[in-house]
């Protein structure tokens, strides 16, 4: 279940800050971004500078994970990812939604968290957006600047505006 607890939420913004303004690197980065974000050693996680998130609290990684420079995670919702995944840069991945009525939202100023989930084995090409409740399935590859609007299925190549599926691999 997400977590948005906003003293945490700045504790962790910091935290990006100072690895963004290259304050660690090597050993030191690594440690950095276990400490952000509670990785285990086995998990084998490395997300290059800069890159930003909401929460931070939200973004679940498996084992050997792999993002590219400038990619944003706005977890108000959970994101998790899989095992083997990379992301090529600026890849945003969006849990974050609001009321299409425009009364509502503006009454309300709600925010609606919905999970972003993505496979074992996946590929996302660089500048991809991926929106709030899509789901990516294992061994899937999402072409570089596609949007993804709704949700794909394994053992696919899928690219546009919006994404489909191209072909199955």
């Not at 590859?141 to 993804?148: K, N």
Request: charged fraction near 20%; include cysteine; aromatic fraction near 8%.
């Amino acid at each position: 279940m997400a977590v948005r607890d906003r003293q945490q939420r700045n504790v962790k913004r910091e935290k990006v800050q100072e690895i963004n303004n290259g304050i660690y690197s090597g050993a030191s980065l690594k440690a950095a971004e276990s400490e952000l974000f509670n990785l285990e050693v086995r998990q084998n996680v490395y997300i290059e500078p800069p890159f930003y998130i909401d929460y931070g609290s939200n973004v679940h990684f498996g084992e050997k994970f792999y993002a590219n420079t400038g990619c944003i995670f706005i977890d108000t919702g959970d994101i998790f990812f899989g095992n083997n995944v990379t992301l090529g840069p600026r890849v945003q991945i969006y849990t974050a939604t609001h009321p299409v009525n425009a009364k509502e939202r503006i009454e309300t100023g709600l925010v609606i968290a919905e999970q972003v989930t993505i496979g074992e084995n996946v590929w996302i090409g660089g500048g991809v957006i991926i929106n709030p409740g899509v789901t990516i399935g294992d061994n899937t590859v999402i072409g570089s600047g596609s949007v993804v609007t709704k949700s794909i299925p394994a053992n696919v190549l899928a690219a546009g505006n919006p994404a489909v599926v191209k072909k199955h691999i």
